[in-house]
């Protein structure tokens, strides 16, 4: 089993970035895919990325496809979501969640099974 922290919301102009952080507990944070997923008021959660236990392979909504960059330190049990060129329609809730070892990136929110408590980040003028 492990435990989810997320942290590093806030509020943000748009154009700017953060970095949210997802601390995991337990010792076998190196074999869990991980992922990222919000939601918006009124709306579904929905997928943001994922990445692979060693890290390797990532996935992309296509909506933050090359504004957002995953990345985990196995070392650490961290995962990170470094968010640039932020936009309003980025408000939301994010959550990261975990899932053991699966044959490639689940993308739907029913197949993690492991749930931080989620941290609000807000792009706003």
Do not use: H
């Amino acid at each position: 089993q492990v435990q989810l922290v997320e942290s590093g919301g806030g509020l943000v102009q748009p154009g700017g970035s953060l970095r949210l952080s997802c601390a995991a507990s337990g010792r076998t944070f190196s074999t869990y895919t991980m992922g990222w997923f919000r939601q918006a008021p009124g709306k579904e959660r929905e997928f943001v990325a994922g990445i692979s236990p060693s890290g390797r392979s990532t996935t992309y909504a296509d909506s933050v496809q090359g504004r957002f960059t995953i990345s985990r330190d196995n070392a650490k049990t961290t995962m990170y979501l470094q968010m640039n060129s932020l936009k309003p329609d980025d408000t939301a809730v994010y959550y990261c969640a975990a899932v053991g070892p699966t044959l490639g990136i689940p993308r739907r929110p029913q197949e993690y099974n492991y749930w931080g408590q989620g941290t609000q980040v807000t792009v706003s003028s």
